[in-house]
């Protein structure tokens, strides 16, 4: 019997459980992040080729095994993806392929640059790619 708090990781044979059960999530959380997904392919909206389902954390934002995304329209790293690659980070996407993504923003390569622990920092409002990229790529809730 499958738990009722899995998340999907990367490709559909891949799955990690929740490091807490469904109810200790924030609702934050539970809207944007711990949706449900028993198959990769009741992934819609997003498409599949941009919707994600891995991304690497940056070192100093990790604390719990998984990457908060705000919704559109909040303008903060709720966590702070990796930037270990040249300045970027290597994106997976549902239909299976990857992408490498470099860091647009001189704001998002600051926040990289910082050391210790890197929580909640701003983004530029209303003009980030950096993260309007990633935003863009989590899928709806519930998985449409």
Same mark, same amino acid.
């Given at each position: 019997?499958k738990?009722?708090?899995?998340?999907?990781?990367?490709?559909?044979?891949?799955l990690?459980? !929740?490091s807490k059960p469904?109810?200790a999530?924030? =609702?934050?959380?539970l =809207?944007v992040?711990? !949706?449900?997904i $028993?198959?990769?392919?009741?992934?819609?909206? &997003?498409?599949? $080729?941009?919707a994600?389902?891995?991304?690497?954390?940056?070192?100093?934002?990790?604390?719990?095994?998984?990457?908060?995304i !705000?919704?559109?329209?909040?303008?903060v790293?709720a966590?702070?993806?990796?930037s270990r690659?040249?300045n970027?980070?290597?994106?997976s996407? !549902?239909?299976?392929h990857?992408?490498?993504?470099?860091?647009?923003e001189?704001n998002?390569?600051?926040?990289?640059r910082q050391?210790?622990?890197?929580q909640? &920092?701003?983004?530029?409002? /209303?003009?980030?790619?950096?993260?309007?990229?990633?935003?863009? /790529?989590? &899928?709806?809730v &519930?998985?449409q």
């Amino acid at each position: 019997m499958k738990p009722a708090h899995v998340q999907v990781v990367g490709e559909a044979r891949l799955l990690a459980i !929740a490091s807490k059960p469904v109810a200790a999530f924030t =609702l934050m959380e539970l =809207l944007v992040v711990s !949706a449900i997904i $028993a198959l990769l392919s009741q992934i819609r909206e &997003p498409s599949p $080729a941009r919707a994600l389902v891995f991304i690497d954390e940056h070192e100093g934002s990790i604390e719990n095994g998984r990457l908060v995304i !705000a919704p559109r329209g909040n303008w903060v790293w709720a966590d702070f993806p990796a930037s270990r690659h040249q300045n970027g980070g290597v994106l997976s996407r !549902a239909d299976g392929h990857v992408a490498y993504w470099r860091w647009l923003e001189p704001n998002t390569l600051s926040i990289a640059r910082q050391k210790g622990w890197i929580q909640g &920092p701003s983004a530029v409002p /209303g003009q980030d790619r950096d993260l309007s990229c990633v935003q863009d /790529g989590v &899928p709806g809730v &519930p998985v449409q």
